[in-house]
Nanobody
Framework: VQLVDSGGGLVQAGGSLRLSCVAS????????MGWYRQAPGKQRELVAG???????NYADFVKGRFTISRDNLKRTAYLQMKSLKPEDTAVYYC?????????WGKGTLVTVSL
């Protein structure tokens, strides 16, 4: 299982970015997918998740601003981020949960400037 996350970058406050996570293999449609983030000096935290059936959940701090989605044919999960704030600055990690096992991407850095 390999996950390649991408799409991070530098953006001004109020801007938008879309993160992508491409998965290897045919397991993707059977995995719950999620995005986590880790800011410097802080623990990794859940940002959003999407189940195999498309049910989504969000951390309170991103509700109304971020949208998680998945395309099983492309084996890709997305995180659309809008109205970004400086406090959203972090490394964002793609996560797949398959048969109770977690798998992680290497992370993509999102930096939001004032």
């Amino acid at each position: 299982v390999q996950l390649v996350d991408s799409g991070g970058g530098l953006v001004q406050a109020g801007g938008s970015l879309r993160l992508s996570c491409v998965a290897s293999g045919s397991f993707f449609s059977f995995a719950n997918m999620g995005w986590y983030r880790q800011a410097p000096g802080k623990q990794r935290e859940l940002v959003a998740g999407i189940s195999t059936r498309g049910t989504t959940n969000y951390a309170d701090f991103v509700k109304g601003r971020f949208t998680i989605s998945r395309d099983n044919l492309k084996r890709t999960a997305y995180l659309q981020m809008k109205s970004l704030k400086p406090e959203d600055t972090a490394v964002y990690y793609c996560n797949a949960e398959l048969d109770g096992m977690p798998y992680w991407g290497k992370g993509t850095l999102v930096t939001v400037s004032l």
